[in-house]
């Protein structure tokens, strides 16, 4: 039975970059050696991850004074590699959700924090407005995508102060103005490659300006000068990336594949509005996220998520169930997310009403 | 033509874990998705990372009391991350090379630093002898195997302070008396798996006593107690590495490979010292690794350098020109190079004499 993948992430990614992934692994391009065991230093997995992040700059249309760079250990590690490199006095969040909640977190061992408003009181369920960045913060922290909340900021924002982005999960689903943001960061584990690298979009001139020490491999420095290759990076997980952002080009690049979320997003949005055994948990219609789309059960129908969750399973779909901080369900629509999953999980949707 | 491939790292892996990944890249065991797009929390990876750390345990019988992790970052992240936790007032370092330089430079951000020797003064082609551990260090640092040098220590040292390993490039080549370290880390890219993980064998003891706050990804209690699972782990690394790990269980385990290794390396130094072209660059005997084997050109042979390059990579050998700072070759032998793979590049060196 064919399987949709709806997993947070790690998650979906193009067949087009798993087929070549697998072929990479037993022999890459005809070199007789696995990408697995191939230097970093080689003049083959050079051009690997030049191709990687110029396919980045390429698709985000970067302008000049940017650096594009693949960084260890996720978002969670930047959480600490940002403070380090970049607070020395006071910065400012917006918190939405869990992970902006670890950014907070973190930052607070380096310097002071402002959470200029949170949407905690109601589980996060909405984009908090009407707050304003203070003007002497080194910078103002976001989360563009919040995972588990489903909720998304899709507009760019005008900042004051440096921008600062955690786009783990909604990175290269829509054109950006990178302009406005003095960073752009995140795990890569959804629509740019397979779990294993952080990436980062860095304004040079932002960097250099810590009045503390900062260790060679926490400096964002030491990535933007040895471009990634200050020691040895996640090849594997690099080259797979390199092939899913070459994918997501051959496919028309930000403009089409928006298009498409948009189509995606909307067709599982009015499923949940139409059917009566289900409810999205985000109210307002311009925060509702169009990577992650999360429902639960409607008031009549509380005792049946259980059953809609096996019936859903046996219908293909996996990785539907919703975080255990709001339960229900989370459908998580990537890029490499055809429509014709989303229709899938829709069908199964209706169905399941239908048999009641 | 059959390659031999000589990479100092990311290296040769077994065949067995090459295959394996590339099928569990199209399909992870019949469940119908990719490896890389899992859930690092699903049941199915759950069981990936279990087996390779518990995979680790056993290998080394690792006694009670050690945790071993899989960390971000490869092993110049611990060279941050473990002043970080254990350093409070003075480290004591052995310098036997590069990586053990690049280990002291980051401590020093965090106390003070005692080199107790250094082999510096001969492009460390040696381990020093005769130094002391002072007994008022929070821990002494050792780099059991140089890489760069082709210097290795191969005894468990008696350390009057918790001693640090750092064993990127001999982690189970050989038994190891696990219970002589306090910890043991490194790099995974050479004996444990592909580049994109470093790993940590921790007595558990020692962590929780640094008087600074950590940040938490670079904590390493947040590896040992979320089981390497506190944010997303490089899944696709750690498959590999599971499977390389299970096909080294059932090569015999460390005695069976430790004589295999002791093997290989007796054949090519063997060949180093009868070859009137080649020298070995470390001259002690029981200084040499045998991970790491270190040639140049002997005295009358000099200008042949580039010729013998040519010459091997046109018989298959990959990998083995020497690293820019002590030039010659460096003939990489980890546990996947099979013994004819060594005998492929002895009958070379044979040939190219003979032909002089």
Redesign the interface.
Do not use: D, R, W
């Given at each position: 039975?064919?399987?949709h993948?709806f997993?947070?992430?790690?998650?979906?990614?193009s067949q087009y970059a798993?087929?070549e992934?697998?072929?990479g692994?037993?022999n890459l391009n005809g070199?007789?050696?696995?990408i697995?065991?191939?230097?970093?230093r080689s003049k083959e997995f050079s051009a690997i991850i030049e191709e990687a992040e110029n396919l980045i700059k390429e698709l985000l249309e970067i302008p000049q004074g940017y650096s594009v760079v693949f960084v260890?250990?996720?978002?969670?590690?930047q959480?600490?590699m940002i403070p380090?490199n970049l607070l020395n006095k006071k910065a400012a969040f917006l918190d939405t959700g869990t992970w902006a909640s670890?950014a907070i977190?973190?930052a607070k061992?380096f310097g002071e924090v402002v959470v200029v408003a949170s949407s905690k009181d109601k589980t996060y369920n909405y984009i908090p407005k009407g707050w304003t960045i203070p003007s002497d913060a080194d910078y103002f922290h976001i989360t563009t995508n919040n995972t588990i909340y489903g909720t998304e900021i899709t507009t760019d924002i005008d900042s004051p102060v440096p921008l600062i982005a955690d786009a783990s999960s909604d990175i290269l689903s829509r054109p950006m103005d990178v302009s406005k943001y003095a960073m752009i960061y995140g795990?890569a584990?959804k629509n740019i490659g397979?779990?294993?690298?952080g990436f980062a979009i860095i304004k040079d001139e932002i960097l250099g300006k810590a009045n503390r020490?900062i260790?060679?491999?926490?400096d964002y420095r030491t990535y933007t000068q040895e471009k990634s290759l200050?020691?040895?990076?996640?090849?594997?997980?690099i080259y797979?990336a390199m092939l899913n952002l070459r994918w997501l080009k051959n496919e028309g690049g930000l403009k089409e594949i928006h298009k498409r979320n948009l189509e995606k997003a909307r067709v599982l949005y009015d499923e949940i509005e139409r059917n009566k055994v289900f409810v999205a948990t985000v109210n307002d219609v311009n925060d509702r996220s169009i990577m992650n789309v999360n429902f639960i059960m409607s008031e009549n129908y509380k005792d049946k998520e259980e059953d809609f969750q096996k019936f859903a399973s046996s219908k293909g779909m996996?990785?539907i169930k919703g975080h255990r901080s709001i339960g229900g369900f989370r459908a998580s629509i990537y890029n490499a997310m055809p429509l014709s999953g989303v229709q899938a999980l829709v069908d199964a949707m209706k169905e399941f009403e239908k048999a009641l």
């Open positions: 039975m064919k399987k993948n997993n947070a992430g790690p998650s979906i990614l798993i087929e992934t697998a072929k692994v037993l070199s007789g050696l696995s697995l065991e191939i230097s970093h260890h250990g996720g978002a969670s590690m959480f600490c380090y670890k977190k973190e061992n795990g584990q397979p779990a294993g690298i020490p260790p060679t491999i926490l200050y020691n040895t990076p996640s090849c594997g997980a797979t996996v990785g």
